[in-house]
């Protein structure tokens, strides 16, 4: 693969660090990416098309290195560079292997679980949030530029350069399927901002849960050739929620649709409904849409409350608070549900309530203790307590303490109890634990 940099060639950043471009790594619509050598080790160098080399794009660039925006779910620009010329790029870091591509998910050819893409999910929502509340704009949240890990839900934002200061009118306006519709109509006065990134967001959920796109249904289907002006009338001129519930002109077809119907029949009513929301009232009305603090509380809460079927161990979505549960969502299965205990966790001030379903891998983590936490993660880093099964008597189960720091607990009795780091209290209905502050009874349903 040949590009517009030679193996070998040497440029310096603006920082004053030296680089040698070692490979070239791949190419997309503004520029092509290189593996380059540094003293700090190997990084990678964005480098413009000559098209779009542009001064602004230059400035873009120049602003966001200057913001030092340290996230680690960000592969953020850190310097600019040029050739002294009219070409420049910028460097960032290498994405690890284990990152994949959503172009990979949607075609079947990653392995991955409801765990792993409510997961992912959840921390794309925390990401671009962290974004905006710096006052930062992203503009083309797509498939493109998200990449995630199919085992754990990580995931990782790369092409960073077209996000600006919130209402600057200057770079692309993104990606046109994902576009908010008032952008793709080009609307009076309507230019790209965290307002439209809501919209480029929901669909991007829509599309990691449900492997569709949401305005793709029969209306689609009757397009001969989806050119420009079929796009804008999809997407921004007529669009319709394939799962409207007052419009069913855009329903997804049988036999064209069947993967989008079965997922939508598996989510929970918690999504569906924000989904729902989001792709009617804000279709029509930008202000109307499902902010990022209203899907990450859905999402938390609905992967909290997933559970195994007992007959093929597919992992199913539940209502966090339900009693009762449906069957299993597999076609070969579709086994009757049985709900586990649940684990009630309620907060400090401001008190809130955490549920937790007790499957036979289920965990405790850092950010289930606290109302309101900076960012969750479903690390073994934040892991403080964890359902075991007790190694002599098979389908005994209790709750293993994994903090540095010990539990107070209730037995039936009244009587208290202290669990210490690495013991396990035996699991029964009515149990009431103390962690970090936060009160925690296990519930039979």
């Given at each position: 693969?040949?590009?517009?940099?030679?193996?070998?060639?040497?440029?310096?950043?603006?920082?004053?660090?030296?680089?040698?471009?070692?490979?070239?790594?791949?190419?997309?619509?503004?520029?092509?990416?290189?593996?380059?050598?540094?003293?700090?080790?190997?990084?990678?160098?964005?480098?413009?098309?000559?098209?779009?080399?542009?001064?602004?794009?230059?400035?873009?660039?120049?602003?966001?290195?200057?913001?030092?925006?340290?996230?680690?779910?960000?592969?953020?620009?850190?310097?600019?560079?040029?050739?002294?010329?009219?070409?420049?790029?910028?460097?960032?870091?290498?994405?690890?292997?284990?990152?994949?591509?959503?172009?990979?998910?949607?075609?079947?050819?990653?392995?991955?679980?409801?765990?792993?893409?409510?997961?992912?999910?959840?921390?794309?929502?925390?990401?671009?949030?962290?974004?905006?509340?710096?006052?930062?704009?992203?503009?083309?949240?797509?498939?493109?530029?998200?990449?995630?890990?199919?085992?754990?839900?990580?995931?990782?934002?790369?092409?960073?350069?077209?996000?600006?200061?919130?209402?600057?009118?200057?770079?692309?306006?993104?990606?046109?399927?994902?576009?908010?519709?008032?952008?793709?109509?080009?609307?009076?006065?309507?230019?790209?901002?965290?307002?439209?990134?809501?919209?480029?967001?929901?669909?991007?959920?829509?599309?990691?849960?449900?492997?569709?796109?949401?305005?793709?249904?029969?209306?689609?289907?009757?397009?001969?050739?989806?050119?420009?002006?079929?796009?804008?009338?999809?997407?921004?001129?007529?669009?319709?929620?394939?799962?409207?519930?007052?419009?069913?002109?855009?329903?997804?077809?049988?036999?064209?649709?069947?993967?989008?119907?079965?997922?939508?029949?598996?989510?929970?009513?918690?999504?569906?409904?924000?989904?729902?929301?989001?792709?009617?009232?804000?279709?029509?009305?930008?202000?109307?849409?499902?902010?990022?603090?209203?899907?990450?509380?859905?999402?938390?809460?609905?992967?909290?409350?997933?559970?195994?079927?007992?007959?093929?161990?597919?992992?199913?979505?539940?209502?966090?608070?339900?009693?009762?549960?449906?069957?299993?969502?597999?076609?070969?299965?579709?086994?009757?549900?049985?709900?586990?205990?649940?684990?009630?966790?309620?907060?400090?001030?401001?008190?809130?309530?955490?549920?937790?379903?007790?499957?036979?891998?289920?965990?405790?983590?850092?950010?289930?203790?606290?109302?309101?936490?900076?960012?969750?993660?479903?690390?073994?880093?934040?892991?403080?307590?964890?359902?075991?099964?007790?190694?002599?008597?098979?389908?005994?189960?209790?709750?293993?303490?994994?903090?540095?720091?010990?539990?107070?607990?209730?037995?039936?009795?009244?009587?208290?109890?202290?669990?210490?780091?690495?013991?396990?209290?035996?699991?029964?209905?009515?149990l009431e634990l103390g962690l970090r502050g936060a009160q925690a009874v296990v519930q039979a349903k």
């Amino acid at each position: 693969m040949t590009g517009m940099l030679d193996s070998g060639t040497r440029l310096t950043a603006d920082n004053g660090e030296e680089i040698q471009v070692s490979e070239m790594l791949g190419a997309g619509g503004q520029g092509e990416v290189y593996r380059v050598r540094t003293k700090d080790g190997d990084k990678a160098l964005k480098w413009y098309f000559p098209q779009c080399a542009t001064r602004e794009q230059q400035a873009i660039v120049r602003e966001l290195v200057d913001r030092e925006f340290d996230d680690d779910r960000f592969l953020w620009p850190t310097a600019h560079v040029a050739d002294g010329q009219d070409a420049f790029g910028y460097l960032m870091g290498i994405r690890p292997d284990r990152f994949k591509g959503l172009p990979d998910l949607f075609r079947r050819k990653l392995t991955t679980t409801p765990r792993a893409l409510l997961t992912a999910c959840l921390y794309t929502v925390e990401a671009y949030q962290a974004l905006h509340s710096r006052g930062i704009a992203y503009r083309d949240i797509s498939w493109g530029n998200i990449f995630f890990d199919p085992v754990t839900g990580d995931v990782l934002v790369c092409d960073n350069d077209n996000a600006v200061v919130e209402g600057d009118s200057s770079g692309i306006s993104g990606t046109m399927e994902f576009m908010a519709p008032e952008l793709v109509r080009g609307d009076p006065g309507a230019r790209p901002g965290t307002q439209t990134d809501l919209h480029s967001l929901s669909v991007l959920l829509f599309m990691l849960l449900m492997n569709h796109h949401p305005l793709k249904g029969k209306q689609e289907l009757r397009i001969h050739c989806l050119d420009e002006a079929a796009e804008k009338r999809l997407y921004g001129k007529q669009p319709l929620f394939v799962f409207d519930p007052m419009d069913h002109a855009n329903e997804p077809d049988p036999s064209e649709h069947a993967t989008v119907l079965a997922t939508w029949a598996a989510a929970a009513e918690e999504l569906q409904d924000l989904f729902t929301h989001n792709f009617t009232e804000g279709l029509r009305e930008p202000a109307a849409r499902v902010r990022e603090s209203q899907w990450r509380d859905a999402l938390r809460a609905v992967l909290d409350a997933v559970v195994d079927c007992p007959a093929c161990g597919r992992q199913n979505m539940t209502e966090p608070t339900a009693v009762t549960a449906g069957t299993c969502w597999g076609w070969d299965c579709r086994t009757a549900l049985a709900l586990p205990p649940r684990l009630v966790i309620t907060t400090p001030s401001p008190r809130t309530e955490r549920h937790i379903r007790l499957r036979r891998t289920a965990r405790v983590h850092t950010h289930h203790l606290v109302a309101e936490p900076s960012r969750h993660d479903y690390s073994d880093a934040t892991l403080v307590a964890e359902l075991t099964e007790h190694p002599q008597k098979p389908g005994r189960f209790g709750l293993a303490n994994r903090s540095d720091s010990a539990w107070s607990g209730t037995r039936s009795d009244g009587t208290s109890q202290q669990i210490e780091p690495g013991q396990t209290v035996p699991l029964r209905a009515g149990l009431e634990l103390g962690l970090r502050g936060a009160q925690a009874v296990v519930q039979a349903k």
